[in-house]
């Protein structure tokens, strides 16, 4: 089997150099790397040319279209048998490809989707994240823990699908909002076998500030609802659970003054919320600071969620 791996990339020069090491560290498997440059002001071209000697790449420079589209340019180029995308700040662990390879090969996929993770040399702040975006406790359990791997929804930071399957299905039809699950749903709805390779994990490194993690998870809201657009049952009850938690935020003060009684349940299921958050964080990462972190960023994934999905809902 030959991979492409495409990978688009928007004034990242520094992060793609950190990803195209790791590729080229994969060992035992045929492939070929694209870049695609999504019509950046901070071009990566010299910053990468040195990796032609180690990996064969390719490089191409477009006018800014979405990182959607730009993985269809990706496509277009690509010669393999079997397509891979990955977003620019992820790094792959060694070994990936060739799990990702078994994996294909006795589970007969023709598309898969992969989880993220945090390295150990990632800051606190930076696992706290990664604990609010791969949590049961937030909305993570929907995104790479599921015990039905048939069930999952690939992502786009780590995913992919054969030459076969973009014969069929086509590539991506939106630039930039939840184009990833989109076409997911489109390839499963064609009859193909995508699932969740659990084993096929990359490290996830993101350097988001708290205010921008909080519009990324505003905007993941208001993805979820805009994919309905596409495919109306792609919004079920799970999605909705971040609106109720937001709205609960809202009403503690109300319920205080108008029921005395129900105040302490509510404030009572929060509280085992928030403190299995920082147990499993803090269990899960060996740190406290990690932990309470995490409390803060869970809370606020939840809530940008919700109110992304709350706007977007209210809009269509």
Not at 111 to 134: H, I, W
Not at 151 to 157: E, I, L
Request: with cysteine; glycine share 8%; aromatic share 14%.
């Amino acid at each position: 089997m030959f991979f492409s791996i495409i990978i688009p990339v928007f004034n990242r020069p520094d992060e793609i150099v950190e990803l195209l090491e790791s590729i080229s560290l994969q060992e035992n498997i045929l492939f070929e790397v694209i870049v695609v440059e999504d019509g950046s002001t901070l071009t990566c071209k010299e910053r990468i040319a040195p990796f032609n000697e180690r990996i064969n790449l390719s490089y191409v420079f477009q006018e800014n279209t979405g990182q959607g589209f730009a993985r269809n340019r990706g496509i277009s180029l690509a010669k393999g048998d079997f397509f891979i995308f990955f977003d620019s700040d992820c790094v792959l662990p060694k070994g990936y490809l060739v799990k990702l390879y078994r994996a294909i090969q006795s589970r007969n996929l023709d598309a898969f989707g992969g989880p993220d993770d945090a390295g150990e040399g990632f800051s606190a702040f930076q696992k706290a994240m990664n604990f609010s975006m791969t949590s049961f406790w937030t909305t993570g359990g929907i995104r790479g823990k599921m015990k039905d791997p048939s069930k999952f929804q690939a992502r786009g930071f780590n995913m992919g699908f054969s030459r076969k399957v973009f014969d069929r299905v086509g590539g991506f039809i939106d630039p930039n909002m939840a184009e990833d699950i989109e076409i997911s749903l489109r390839i499963k709805k064609a009859g193909f076998r995508l699932e969740l390779v659990q084993e096929a994990y990359v490290f996830h490194h993101r350097k988001n500030t708290f205010v921008s993690f909080l519009r990324q998870s505003f905007q993941f809201g208001r993805n979820r609802v805009h994919i309905s657009t596409y495919h109306p049952d792609a919004v079920q009850f799970v999605h909705v659970l971040p609106v109720l938690f937001l709205l609960g935020l809202f009403a503690i003060p109300l319920v205080s003054l108008l029921s005395p009684a129900l105040f302490p349940i509510l404030v009572g299921v929060y509280l085992c919320w928030g403190l299995g958050v920082v147990i499993s964080s803090t269990w899960g990462n060996r740190s406290i600071l990690v932990g309470t972190l995490a409390f803060v960023t869970s809370v606020g994934q939840l809530a940008a969620y919700g109110a992304g999905f709350l706007r977007q809902w209210l809009y269509k």
